[in-house]
């Protein structure tokens, strides 16, 4: 899962890549706001051709079948503080939402978010009960100065790199505790 946030153009080389590489299955779902941002960038396509699946921005017909295989781990990097918020809430108002939303409630699928926030983000008043709603349903949150240091708004270097090897290493983490389904 991928949101309109900052280094969201990483995405392939920081997870899709290495995870394929690791022998994972990967499906890629964005954000309507993340899918325009790839799509015009060429970068979508690039997703398409890597993971032999389509990359899902819009919820499907009813008509239509699922384009992606059952999930056995969702990893949302980068999630933005708008997506962190809507999920907590329950709001599952895109496609990207609607999984993940119902994955907080299933057992046994993990989900790893990495927040790609700031410290205006962090002091909304409403951000700690986000975090402690997910944390509740028991989401591998990854935060703090180790992973992410909170810059003000527009005072962080102006490219900065995801921490990938830390969302790698949960992803490993979380799918040694829960047993993958057989498909
Ligand atoms: C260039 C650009 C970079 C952005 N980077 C971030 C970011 O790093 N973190 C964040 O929370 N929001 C960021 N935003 C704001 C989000 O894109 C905006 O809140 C959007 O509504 C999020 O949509 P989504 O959560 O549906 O993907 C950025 C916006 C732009 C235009």
Redesign the pocket.
Known sequence: MG?????VEQLRTGLVEPAIALGWQVAVTL????GRWLRTSGELNHLEQLTCLPVRDTPRLPTETRPHPVVDCYVVA?A????VAKLAMGIAD?QALTQVSEALGTIGVPIVLFP???AA?VRHPAWDGHVATLRKAHVELLDGPDVWPLYEPREGPAVQQLPWTTIMESLQRVTVQTPRRPH
């Open positions: 949101t309109a946030a900052d280094g954000t309507p706001n993340a980068p933005s503080a708008n997506y895109n790609r926030v700031n983000h």
